[in-house]
């Protein structure tokens, strides 16, 4: 008796072991912080508009004291939590004007800034390219890398976002922008 009540009292526990799932939950996936494509606006001006000359804005990658390039068209080089503005652009096909002492990287477009913006407010490209329309009219998005041939870009305007870099786009690397495509 003794023996049978010991064999049960085995075989109860050894279901009740294998009933019990052992469930092993893993740590929360850390938060990376994605990385954005920021230029620094260089502020071109090729004169005195009063005399005829046209006022030119550029924006470029920048570069450091050993003159390496300052950002990152392939990984991003600023965090997306940080605000900075929203380069716009609107494609008017202005053909390259005379007083432009280097055409390279001419847009043929004009150039606004917003007032800073976390980069990962917007979710995609869409929602950063209606921001542009919304602050400044139908036509206008956001300044994309290859609007001027890469690393540079010159068009009309004066966005009045002082040396502060400002967030672009990048249209074949997707993990060097805030939003998706």
Sequence with gaps: ML??????????????????????????????????????????????????ADNFFSASC?????????????????QCHQQRPLLCFRDIDAPVPETLDDPLYWTGGIFASTPPQRGNRFKALADANAFCAS???EGWRVASFHD????????????SSGNSRVWIDIKDQPDATCWSR
């Excluded at 540079?152 to 966005?159: D, F």
Aim: proline content about 9%; aromatic content about 8%.
């Design 62 to 78: 920048g570069s450091d004291a050993e003159n390496r390039h300052a950002c990152d068209p392939y990984h991003g080089d600023t």
């Design 3 to 52: 023996r049978n009540l010991f064999a049960i009292a085995i075989w109860s526990l050894a279901t009740l072991c294998l009933t019990i799932q052992v469930v092993h939950a893993d740590p929360p996936p850390k938060e990376i912080e994605g990385m954005g494509l920021t230029f620094v606006p260089d502020g071109e001006n090729a004169g005195d508009p009063a005399k005829g």
């Design 148 to 159: 001027g041939g890469g690393w540079t870009l010159k068009g009309y305007g004066m966005p």
């Design 135 to 137: 602050t400044f009219g």
